[in-house]
């Protein structure tokens, strides 16, 4: 079982980042709230914390490696902004 973790691990992690491409989707996660328990001594108490929107976009080039895709979290401005197909290039990495 180790061995498998480790070998999904290495090959996750040896993709490359890219830092350009064509838009191939778009995500928005509405705010919300999460909840869980936490146990103190005996007694369980909720704990809930508020979750803002969240405005993702996922993008694809061609590599050396094949075609890799890659989601990054944008501002809602970007999110308008941008189409599937577009063609995206970061300034920094993210």
Known sequence: MRILV???VLLVGCSPIIQ??????????????????????EISVPITTY???KW???FKNKTEAGEVSRTIQ???????RYQTGDWIELKSER
């Open 6 to 8: 480790l070998f999904l």
């Open 20 to 41: 350009k491409g064509h838009i191939s989707g778009k995500n928005y996660i509405e705010a919300h709230t999460d909840s869980i328990d936490v146990t103190v001594g």
């Open 51 to 53: 979750v803002p929107d």
């Open 56 to 58: 993702f976009v996922t």
């Open 74 to 80: 944008v501002s809602k401005e970007e999110y308008d």
